[in-house]
T-cell receptor, first 108, second 113 residues
Framework: GQNIDQPTEMTATEGAIVQINCTYQTSGFNGLFWYQQHAGEAPTFLSYNVLDGLEEKGRFSSFLSRSKGYSYLLLKELQMKDSASYLCAVTRNNRLAFGKGNQVVVIP | DVKVTQSSRYLVKRTGEKVFLECVQD?????MFWYRQDPGLGLRLIYFSYDVKMKEKGDIPEGYSVSREKKERFSLILESASTNQTSMYLC????????????FGDGTRLSIL
């Protein structure tokens, strides 16, 4: 089975950097996705990690350590529009198992 | 851009009714998924399908069934709706190639009275 753990909520200031952590325990791990979900909207794809290391995509970066069952999403130069829930999801046999999500609130 | 369209944004039904939620994708994706999302529980997989007429149970299939008669359409059926099925329902699709992202519809907020 899967066990995916994310902290529930954090508040950060506009322009700051925030790190969202995700730990997981799963058999048959294939990779890890990060999604962003604004209130009342569909989740949208942010990043995907299959190998250990850091993947950078503009203001967002995602890191994976397979041996530690750990990933983080780094959001730089926070903007008000980054206020959203951030979901990590691990893949196994074409299925995704989602964490409960981390709500990020950006304040001026 | 991938477009996943769910037939209703909001739906109100009564206990015991048979409810159909429809989902259509326009990118020829092989995989389609139905999730429900509840506060504090996150996204949970109900059913998924890898191909036409093929279906597999997810983590919480009880009380639900699905139909995939055409590649682009995946229907979720609540055989006899109950109040504990009040939830946000999200449909998603993806290519079958390993490790492709899932693309989500806007969701259907279903209330069972």
């Amino acid at each position: 089975g899967q066990n995916i753990d994310q902290p529930t909520e954090m508040t950060a200031t506009e322009g700051a950097i925030v790190q969202i952590n995700c730990t997981y325990q799963t058999s048959g791990f294939n990779g890890l996705f990060w999604y962003q979900q604004h209130a009342g909207e569909a989740p949208t794809f942010l990043s995907y990690n299959v190998l250990d290391g850091l993947e950078e995509k503009g203001r967002f970066s995602s890191f994976l350590s397979r041996s530690k069952g750990y990933s983080y999403l780094l959001l730089k130069e926070l903007q008000m529009k980054d206020s959203a829930s951030y979901l990590c999801a691990v893949t196994r046999n074409n299925r995704l198992a989602f964490g409960k999500g981390n709500q990020v609130v950006v304040i001026p | 851009d991938v477009k996943v369209t769910q037939s209703s944004r909001y739906l109100v039904k009564r206990t015991g009714e048979k409810v159909f939620l429809e989902c259509v994708q326009d990118m020829d994706h092989e995989n389609m998924f139905w999730y429900r999302q509840d506060p504090g529980l996150g996204l949970r997989l109900i059913y998924f399908s890898y191909d036409v007429k093929m279906k597999e149970k997810g983590d919480i299939p009880e009380g639900y069934s699905v139909s995939r008669e055409k590649k682009e359409r995946f229907s979720l059926i609540l055989e006899s709706a109950s109040t504990n099925q009040t939830s946000m329902y999200l449909c998603a699709s993806s290519l079958q190639t390993a490790n492709q992202p899932q693309h989500f519809g806007d969701g259907t907020r279903l209330s069972i009275l």
